[in-house]
C-alpha cells in the first residue's frame, strides 16, 4: 500500500547549498534523498516546504514522501539518520552528529502535501547583538555590534502585521508567484541577553522577505530609519526603498502549520508582545 | 628596527586543516602568513605555540613575528582582521567575521619565542552531556548523551595531575619528543549546565595527549572504567591501556603561559577544586 509521509526535518545549513537538489553540489534534498534511497532500497524524492538558500538553518523543515517500502514507518528516522552522522566521534555512537537529521515521521491522509496543505511557516531569525563579535557564532546569527534600539523595531515591526503587497520586500530571481500579497500573522522581536530574536508568523513568503524585512528593521534599530517609513515602503512596491538583506546564517525555518488553531495561536503572541511592549 | 612581534590568535578551527602551513589546503598559519604578508608588504613567516590539529579551536594561540616593517604595531591586528573577515554579511562592516582573528599583538624582547618561551598551556575540553545531541554544536563540542558521572571523572582526573610519564597517552606519529614525561599543574572538570568543561594546565603536552586523556575519563564518567585504574595506564606507557581519542572538536587551545605566577595561579585552581568535591 502506498504511504503518503510527512517528514520533519532539522538541519544546520552551513555547509549546504541550500534545500533544492542541484546536480554537482551538497543540498539538504539531495543529501536526504540519497540517504533515504539507500534506507527504503528504491529511488525517492522528496518535496520540502520551504526551499531554504545557502546558509540557512531549518528547525523544522517539512517534507512529503509518497511511495511503498517495507520498513516501518517508525523506523525510518533512525535509520536514516544513522547513515547522515558525521564519521568523527568517539567511541561508538557517541558524538556522532550529522549536520541534517530527521526529527520524526508521520503517515498522512492521501490528499496531504508538506508545502501545499501549509497554512503558515514560522520563521526565526537570530540577531547577536554584542559589543564583540563572537567567531564561533558567524554561522548561526548575524552579528550587530553597535546597540539596537529593539523599541523602534518592534513599533516598525508592527507595520508589517496584516495583509500588505510585500513586493519591497522580495528579491528578484526566486519562484515567479501570482501575488506578492501575503498575511503576516505576527512579528515579535525579543531580547535573550544580548541576542534579539525576531519571529515572523505568515501565510507564506516572498524571496529573501524574511531576510529583508529584517534588514530593514536592522536600520531602524541602529537609528538609520524611522518606523514611520515603514507604511511608505510597502506602498512603493520598490525593492530600492526596502532595508538591506541581512546574512542567512540568522535565519532558522522554526515551523510549519498546517492547522487552524496553530494560526490561532500565533495571532495572540503578537497581541501579547503588543501589550508587553506598549 | 627589527621588530618582535607577538601575537594573540584566536580561531574557529572547523574549517582549517589545522594550524600548520602544508601546500594546497587552507591551515590556520598558512592563512595569517597570507594575510599578514598582505598588510606587511612583505613575505612573512609566523612560528606558533601549538601545532593545534584540524578541527581544533583556539581562544588565544599565540605566535612569533619577526622583522622589519613601517605599519606601527597597534594597527596590524585591524589591518590583518579586516582582510580575513568573511565577505557573508550585512550593510558596510556589520556581520563581517571572520573564522580567524589576531586578538592582539605586543612587542617583546629580542630572546623572546612565542613557542619556546612558554612555561605551559591550558587546554580546554567541552563535553556536552545534554540527553539529546544538538547538530548545531556539533563542531564545537563532544556530545555524550549518556549520563557522565562527574565525581568519578575527577577521581580519575587527580591520578593524572603531577609529573609523570604520559607515553600511555600520546598517538605515535606526532613531532618526536625527547621524553614522554609531562607535568599537569591543573586537570579540573566543572558542570556548567548540561556541558562537562575539562581544564588542564601543564608544561607541554604530546600529540593527542588532551583528547586521549579526555577519552579515558569519559569512559571513566560512563562506568567503563575505574577511576582506580588511572595509574596503572600510565605505568603501563602502552597507548593500547589508555581510553580512545575524544574528537577534535571539543579541544579548545585555552591559554598559554609566559610567566611562574601564572603557572602557580594554574595550580591553585586545582587546589579549590579539590576541596570543591572532595
Redesign the interface.
Known amino acids: 500500500m502506498e504511504r503518503n509521509l510527512l517528514l520533519k526535518i ?3 545549513g552551513s555547509e549546504f547549498f541550500g534545500w533544492q537538489r542541484q546536480p554537482g553540489v551538497r543540498t539538504v534534498q539531495g543529501t536526504l534523498e540519497e540517504a533515504l534511497s539507500c534506507v527504503l532500497g528504491t529511488q525517492v524524492q522528496i518535496q520540502g516546504t520551504s526551499r531554504t538558500d545557502a ?1 540557512v ?1 531549518a528547525l523544522a523543515q517539512h517534507a512529503s514522501l509518497c511511495g511503498t517500502f517495507g520498513i516501518p514507518t517508525e523506523r525510518i528516522a533512525q535509520a536514516v539518520n544513522n547513515r547522515l552522522a ?1 564519521k ?4 561508538g555512537k ?2 556522532r ?5 530527521i526529527l520524526s515521521v508521520n503517515e498522512m491522509p492521501t490528499a496531504f502535501h508538506a508545502r501545499f496543505s501549509s497554512l503558515g511557516k514560522r520563521y526565526r531569525y537570530l540577531i547577536g547583538n554584542s559589543r564583540e ?4 557564532r ?1 554561522r ?1 546569527c ?5 546597540p539596537l534600539d529593539a523599541e523602534a523595531m518592534r513599533a516598525a515591526a508592527r507595520c508589517f502585521v496584516g495583509t500588505h503587497d510585500f513586493a519591497a520586500f522580495q528579491t528578484s530571481g526566486g519562484t515567479p508567484r501570482q501575488t506578492t500579497v501575503r498575511t503576516i500573522y505576527s512579528l515579535t522581536i525579543n531580547r535573550q541577553g544580548d541576542d534579539l530574536l525576531l519571529e515572523v508568523t505568515g501565510d507564506g513568503f516572498l524571496y529573501n522577505m524574511v531576510r529583508i524585512l529584517t ?1 530593514t528593521l ?2 531602524v534599530g541602529l537609528g538609520r530609519r524611522n518606523p514611520g517609513e515603514m507604511n511608505g515602503i510597502l506602498e512603493s512596491c520598490d525593492r530600492q526603498e526596502a532595508g ?1 538583506t ?4 540568522g535565519l532558522y525555518l522554526a515551523e510549519v502549520f498546517y492547522t487552524e488553531d496553530e494560526i490561532r495561536r500565533a495571532q495572540q503572541e503578537n497581541e501579547n508582545q503588543k501589550q508587553d511592549t506598549m
Open positions: 532539522e538541519y544546520d546558509g538553518h558525521g568523527s566521534g568517539g567511541i557517541i558524538g552528529v550529522g549536520d541534517v537529521r563579535t563572537d567567531i564561533f558567524r548561526y548575524y552579528q550587530v555590534t553597535e534588514g536592522v536600520e538591506h541581512a546574512p542567512p546564517q
